[in-house]
């Protein structure tokens, strides 16, 4: 496991039990490095939607946690914030959520000369993702797909 997996499931452990104290839902925790900074970035949601003050909420409470906790070797800047609306379905729960819904998914290569894709979500395994495509069924591997999210429009 990389030292990137070990800090985003260390810090999920951290965060399952204030999500469930609160009622939220723990989207996503990612480490990545920007610009020359590292982020940890917790993405968090409950029905009716986040506002600035659960944000800040579980910012000060996973603040306080990670440095008790003091896994992390390397500076980073916390960020937790709502998956906005562009959420990507990255966990079971996001794919089950989505199911009869449209999405958007743009492919690492093309694909019948395309690489972005919108439909209605069919169904998905571990290993596919199964879309209405123009009254057409329309399956991708997982693996040749670089973003997955539900479809919106302005």
């Known amino acids: 496991m990389s030292k990137k997996e070990r800090y985003e499931q260390k810090t999920e452990e951290l965060l399952l ?7 939220f839902e723990l989207v996503d925790v990612e480490y ?3 610009g020359g900074s590292w982020y940890l970035r917790a993405y968090i949601d409950k029905e009716g939607g986040i506002n600035i003050d659960d944000c ?8 306080d ?4 906790a003091d896994y992390m070797e390397d500076a980073y800047i916390l960020e937790v914030s709502s998956p906005g609306l562009g959420r990507p379905l ?3 729960k996001d794919y089950k959520r989505s199911l009869g819904k449209e999405i958007e998914i743009r492919t690492y290569s093309m694909i019948d000369g395309k690489k972005e894709f ?3 979500l069919r169904s998905y395994t571990e290993a596919e993702v199964t879309i209405m495509e123009e009254e ?3 399956t991708f591997a997982k693996k040749e797909i670089a973003l997955i999210r539900l479809a919106f429009d302005f």
């Open 56 to 63: 800040e909420l579980v910012s000060r409470k996973l603040s």
């Open 65 to 68: 946690l990670l440095d008790a």
């Open 32 to 34: 990545v490095k920007e």
């Open 118 to 120: 919108r439909g209605i």
């Open 90 to 92: 990255k966990k079971e």
């Open 136 to 138: 057409k069924e329309k």
């Open 17 to 23: 039990p204030v999500m469930e104290e609160n009622k």
